[in-house]
T-cell receptor, first 111, second 116 residues
């Protein structure tokens, strides 16, 4: 599976858009980009995923570069409840059960 | 409400004792997983199961055992052979049907085990 690189931590201002970067320069053609987040002492929660087109749902937007080597998760109006560890994962859509989560990006939303 | 229920939420055990963590899902998902998380670390895969009565070792299976007698249940036993069992344990499930959500995992709330 392609490896991803995220900053270990970042701060965001409450009410502003939070842009979370992820590099995945070795991504292959059939691999999707997935984002999850984990609020302290809870289980991770799925946010969004995409292949090559930009995606948006009620939680966030996912922007994938044209060469697919990087992506950005956008939280449009960050709230204090968005403080969490965010995981960017690159995987094929089906099969392959070894779904691995690295250390992620600790995002702190500041009032 | 569909979801995954893990119990107990907190568990204390003495060294040398086995302990079983429960994981039940009512999502009708085929695959179930157990992960371990240590402070400040990512998630590491212990065991997974794609079908009843079948399961495979993950990356850190030593000292753990599982069973999958029912589709909705995937209990994890932490045995006395696990040398450093204090951790946060997470259970997850996934629907394996094609085009069902493209690899999306649903997680439980976790069980925190402390060995005294």
């Amino acid at each position: 599976d392609a490896k991803t690189t995220q900053p270990p931590s970042m701060d965001c201002a409450e009410g502003r858009a939070a842009n979370l970067p992820c590099n995945h320069s070795t991504i292959s053609g059939n691999e999707y980009v997935y984002w999850y987040r984990q609020i302290h002492s809870q289980g991770p929660q799925y946010i969004i995923h995409g292949l090559k087109n930009n995606e948006t749902n009620e939680m966030a937007s996912l922007i994938i570069t044209e060469d697919r080597k990087s992506s950005t998760l956008i939280l449009p109006h960050a709230t204090l409840r968005d403080t969490a560890v965010y995981y960017c994962i690159v995987r094929v859509a089906e099969g392959n059960n070894r779904l691995a989560f690295g250390k992620g990006n600790q995002v702190v939303v500041i009032p | 409400d569909g979801g995954i229920t893990q119990s107990p939420k907190y568990l204390f055990r003495k060294e040398g004792q086995n302990v079983t963590l429960s994981c039940e899902q009512n999502l009708n998902h085929d695959a179930m997983y157990w992960y371990r998380q240590d402070p400040g670390q990512g998630l590491r895969l212990i065991y997974y199961s794609q079908i009843v009565n079948d399961f495979q070792k993950g990356d850190i299976a030593e000292g753990y055992s599982v069973s999958r007698e029912k589709k909705e249940s995937f209990p994890l036993t932490v045995t006395s052979a696990q040398k450093n069992p204090t951790a946060f344990y997470l259970c997850a499930s996934r629907d394996l049907a094609p085009y069902s959500g493209a690899n999306v995992l649903t997680f439980g709330a976790g069980s925190r085990l402390t060995v005294l």
